[in-house]
């Protein structure tokens, strides 16, 4: 086994919108930076000021997403391509309910609009999150309760994933899966399978990262990513059979089925493919209940 390391970089600036692969960034408070991209800085909003992801909606996995200097290059399904930019992003701010909490957003100019109310046949809007727009992580896991924040993603700054943990549950599926159906930002080459879940503190390039929680994953777990359909129960139900658990973390208590783990910058800098990850601290392994498939996990 080789030494920890980076294998895959990953921005998703729209909210379950296609990823963009990434040689190097910038770990920022909010999530992976690349130049004024930020992870997830964008949320699709519908009339009702509600939050639209691929778990209502899986054709948004078709959208693709470039980075074009400081704005975004948006298309799919054939459509003209629509260029969003934080630039030109106005002061009209809006709501939008994430998981029954509203948070608040930017509203883009009407063409970006314009182009996803055709793309999903609905009237929506997509909102940008300016850096005034405060979101803080739930206190339960912040390393700094009050401090530590997030842009639209669903709780933490950023989702870190093991290639081998992954090649671990593809030998109990009758087709295997690729890492893109659990949307990492960062995911780690050269560990062994289930280590994630013993670490606690990491070194990364110039940055430093607390785990904080693993991530307790959901239906869009089984669509796929590039065709953005749902093909079935899987991986998510070999999940709940092998890597499920529901028990205390931290100041909080984590439930469900569960794959990677989610992180805290605790030291800001930049950080590129191939860069050793360092395990500063450990901590007890996660009791996941195993009821069918054989699990070890690494302390």
Request: glycine content about 12%; aromatic content about 6%.
């Amino acid at each position: 086994m080789t030494t920890p390391h980076i294998a895959q970089i990953l921005l998703y600036p729209i909210k379950s919108c296609g990823g963009v692969a990434l040689e190097t960034a910038m770990i920022g408070p909010r999530g992976l930076e690349a130049g004024a991209i930020g992870d997830r800085r964008w949320v699709l909003s519908d009339e009702q000021g509600v939050m639209i992801t691929q778990r209502q909606n899986a054709s948004l996995a078709r959208v693709r997403i470039e980075l074009a200097g400081g704005a975004l290059r948006i298309s799919g399904d054939g459509l003209a391509p629509v260029i969003a930019d934080p630039a030109e992003v106005g002061d009209e701010r809006a709501g939008v309910l994430l998981f029954g909490r509203a948070v608040t957003g930017h509203v883009a100019p009407e063409a970006v609009n314009r182009w996803f109310s055709r793309f999903l046949g609905q009237p929506v809007r997509l909102l940008f999150q300016k850096d005034a727009d405060l979101r803080l992580c739930d206190a339960d896991f912040a390393v700094t309760p009050g401090t530590d924040r997030v842009g639209y993603a669903d709780a933490y700054p950023y989702l870190l994933a093991n290639e081998t943990t992954l090649a671990r549950v593809n030998g109990w599926l009758d087709a295997p899966v690729p890492m893109s159906r659990f949307r990492p930002n960062i995911v780690i080459g050269g560990a062994p399978a289930d280590a994630e879940y013993g670490w606690r503190e990491l070194a990364i390039g110039d940055a430093e990262l607390s785990i904080v929680k693993p991530c307790s994953r959901c239906v869009m777990t089984t669509i796929d990513q590039d065709l953005g359909i749902k093909t079935g129960k899987e991986p998510l139900a070999t999940l709940g059979r092998a890597y499920f658990m529901a028990g205390p973390v931290g100041r909080g208590t984590a439930k469900g089925a569960m794959f990677g783990e989610n992180a805290i910058p605790t030291r800001l800098g930049r950080i590129s493919v191939a860069d050793p990850v360092t395990i500063l601290a450990h901590k007890s392994p996660h009791a996941f209940r195993d009821e069918g498939a054989s699990v070890s996990v690494a302390g």
